[in-house]
């Protein structure tokens, strides 16, 4: 597939949930393209996993370990990526985790961890790289929702509150940076 139209060569990607998955693969299309790829994961063992695959299809990606249902840990990733590597050019919200169950079974801990995880954790990726994309005059943010956030979906009511408040936070978030 010819990707010159996407020269993304300079740029840095990070990608929250990139060790693996459908961010693995999303990452792996941007170093294709040119970008110097680091990738978000939640713990040392899918660190170590996520930095052999990459070396296994030849990039060079940069892993660092964060939760991002904390917002000071994103923070903390954040600036070690621009201290390490340089300023988020794009960031990919892509972490995210499901924990499904009828709503009647379903415990406070199951709801409150996937908001925290998929919804909170877009909030603090956005919120920590807007300042520096705004300040170098560009950047893009892609959120990763569902389908689940528009239509619902039965055992899911935690996954599908928090893809529907990523799709109403990414339309606020175009309101106020395009404005």
């Known amino acids: 597939m010819d990707l010159s139209a996407f020269d993304l060569?300079?740029?840095?990607?990070?990608?929250?949930?990139?060790?693996h998955g459908i961010g693995f693969s999303i990452a792996e299309g941007m170093a294709q393209c040119g970008a110097t790829v680091c990738f978000n994961c939640s713990s040392e063992a899918s660190l170590e996993k996520g930095l052999a695959a990459y070396k296994a299809v030849g990039i060079d990606a940069h892993g660092y370990v964060a939760d991002v249902s904390d917002e000071d840990a994103v923070n903390a990733m954040v600036?070690?990526?621009?201290?390490?590597?340089?300023p988020v050019d794009i960031l990919v919200n892509n972490a995210g985790i499901t924990k499904d169950n009828l709503m009647m079974k379903m415990s406070e801990e199951e709801f409150q961890s996937v908001i925290q995880t998929n919804l909170a954790g877009t909030f603090h990726g956005v919120k920590f790289v807007t300042r520096p994309m705004m300040k170098q005059r560009q950047g893009r943010i892609i959120n990763i929702a569902s389908v689940?956030?528009?239509i619902g979906n039965m055992g899911q009511a935690n996954y599908s509150a928090s893809k529907a408040?990523?799709?109403?936070?990414?339309k606020a978030a175009c309101l106020l940076y395009t404005s």
Not at 9 to 19: M, N, Q, S
């Open 79 to 86: 600036a070690k990526i621009k201290a390490e590597v340089g």
């Open 148 to 150: 689940s956030g528009v």
């Open 165 to 170: 408040g990523v799709i109403g936070l990414t």
């Open 9 to 19: 060569k300079g740029k840095v990607a990070l990608i929250t949930g990139g060790a």
